[in-house]
């Protein structure tokens, strides 16, 4: 099962909004509601963004939102903040193995 | 609060093996499914290996590359779940996460522990 392909950067300005796309194929995320996202700072371990497409876990900003459509999921940031320059990684957890994505490095101009 | 310690981590040589423990506290282990992922310096997240709970069987299950080589475990008596790793090679050097997931995703993240296998 091959991973997840998502863009290797996405950078954008203070107060911008962008989106990082996770694409996979009809037998992962196309095939169900099971795709969430999470954020990796330098030397830190991974943070649960959000789960079943577009759900916040408790304590995550509302800048976070999630959607999909067809094969590729995404996640966007909006009003983009300095502390939002980290790694993400999108994951098609519907059953083992599970699958992560290729990662994204987010960079804040 | 949840909190996931991994242990065990190190340098070991080609071949040979290693324990990693994951002390847990703050959720209720007994129900907890636990997974490991690993993280190859510089590389994205890879998942490794996933037990279940006692009420489900224990079932374990491994990413391919690792079964017959890595070993996950749980004493639910200790709230510690490990993952015994044997036959280590260099593909297999990374920072070991353990996670408290749900069916379906990896909501509690330990703060890693480095394994390097290298002569």
């Known amino acids: 099962q091959s991973a997840l392909t998502q863009p290797a950067s996405v950078s954008g300005s203070p107060g911008q909004s962008i989106t990082i796309s996770c694409t996979g194929t009809s037998s992962d995320v196309g095939s169900n509601n099971f795709v969430s996202w999470y954020q990796q700072h330098p030397g830190k371990a991974p943070k649960f963004m959000i789960y079943e497409v577009s759900k916040r876990p408790s304590g995550v900003s509302n800048r976070f939102s999630g959607s999909k459509s067809g094969n590729t999921a995404s996640l966007t940031i909006s009003g983009l903040q300095a502390e939002d320059e980290a790694d993400y990684y999108c994951?098609?957890?519907?059953?083992?193995?599970?699958?992560f994505g290729t990662g994204t490095k987010v960079t804040v101009l | 609060e949840v909190q996931l310690v991994e242990s065990g981590g190190g340098l070991v040589k080609p071949g040979g093996s290693l324990r990693l423990s994951c002390a847990t506290s703050?959720?209720?282990?007994?129900?907890?499914?636990i997974s490991w992922v690993r993280q190859a310096p510089g590389k994205g997240l890879e998942w490794v290996g996933r037990?279940?709970?006692?009420?489900?069987?224990?079932?374990?299950d491994y990413l391919a590359p690792v079964k017959g080589r890595f070993t996950i475990s749980r004493d639910d008596s200790e709230n510690t779940a490990y993952l015994q790793m044997n036959s280590l090679n260099t593909e297999d050097t990374a920072v070991y996460y353990c996670?408290?997931?749900?069916?379906?995703?990896?909501?509690?993240w330990g703060q890693g522990t480095l394994v390097s296998v290298s002569s």
């Open positions: 996670t408290w997931q749900s069916m379906h995703d990896f909501h509690h």
């Open positions: 703050g959720f209720p282990f007994t129900d907890a499914w």
């Open positions: 037990i279940k709970n006692k009420g489900s069987g224990e079932t374990r």
């Open positions: 994951c098609s957890c519907v059953d083992t193995p599970y699958v």
